[in-house]
């Protein structure tokens, strides 16, 4: 059966097409870091050693793009520690490890991150209910949080995984530039469906 045939790609190689995605636990401490339960959680999920690869759920690059309480940050260097014990788990129970990285925007809320969300425009995000109005973000401040993007690509890499998966969907801050619904600007970063792709494609050459 095709599911359980090797894929070989030059810088990566799944032993079968079994993949493990990304799904939130809400089990990081207060500062996002690694916790003796995820650990647990992905030893468990791993140890019997069918998945390929593991999508670890999605880590906020930036604590104004954090989702929910006790959701793991990539955000600074003191997480890089805990990352590399949970890439340690899931490598030495015969799964690559790749890990998601995200940015709420607009869906992050006020009792999470301290202050009003941000997004590409001031409009309230339509996949979640009493959404607030996020601030518009500046030019300047999107190249920020392309840089945000990258960085905590970095640190995946020196923890020990074998890449990232950045997150563009679910009406987060990537999907909000995309989606002519959310992102109304009238500069670089919007308009037509260059400009709204515009961010996802300089944080992947950042990234790279």
Same mark, same amino acid.
């Given at each position: 059966m095709k599911i359980f045939e090797e894929i070989k790609d030059k810088n990566i190689s799944f032993?079968? *097409?079994?993949?493990?995605?990304?799904?939130?636990?809400?089990?990081?401490?207060?500062?996002?870091?690694? &916790?003796?339960?995820?650990?647990?959680?992905?030893?468990?999920?791993?140890?019997?050693?069918?998945?390929?690869?593991?999508?670890v759920e999605h880590n906020y690059i930036d604590p104004l793009g954090k989702a929910s309480q006790n959701q793991m940050s990539i955000a600074d260097d003191t997480t890089i520690e805990g990352l590399k014990k949970l890439a340690k788990v899931i490598k030495n129970n015969g799964a690559n490890a790749i890990v998601q990285i995200s940015?709420?925007?607009?869906?992050? *809320?006020?009792?999470?991150?301290?202050?009003?969300?941000?997004?590409? &425009?001031?409009?309230?995000?339509?996949? *979640?209910?009493?959404?607030? $109005?996020?601030?518009? $973000?500046?030019?300047?401040?999107?190249v920020e949080i392309e840089d945000k993007f990258a960085d905590a690509a970095h640190r995946a890499k020196e923890a020990g995984f074998d890449g990232v998966e950045i997150h563009s969907a679910h009406g987060y801050f990537l999907n909000q530039f995309l989606s002519p619904l959310t992102n109304k600007r009238d500069d670089e970063y919007g308009k037509d469906i260059d400009g709204r792709i515009k961010i996802h494609l300089k944080i992947i050459k950042k990234v790279r």
């Open positions: 032993k079968n *097409r079994i993949i493990m995605p990304p799904m939130a636990t809400a089990k990081a401490d207060d500062y996002g870091h690694v &916790s003796g339960d995820i650990l647990d959680y992905y030893d468990e999920k791993t140890r019997d050693g069918i998945f390929s690869t593991v999508i940015h709420a925007g607009s869906s992050a *809320r006020f009792d999470i991150i301290g202050q009003s969300p941000v997004g590409p &425009s001031a409009i309230n995000n339509p996949s *979640r209910k009493e959404a607030e $109005l996020p601030k518009e $973000l500046s030019i300047a401040e999107i």
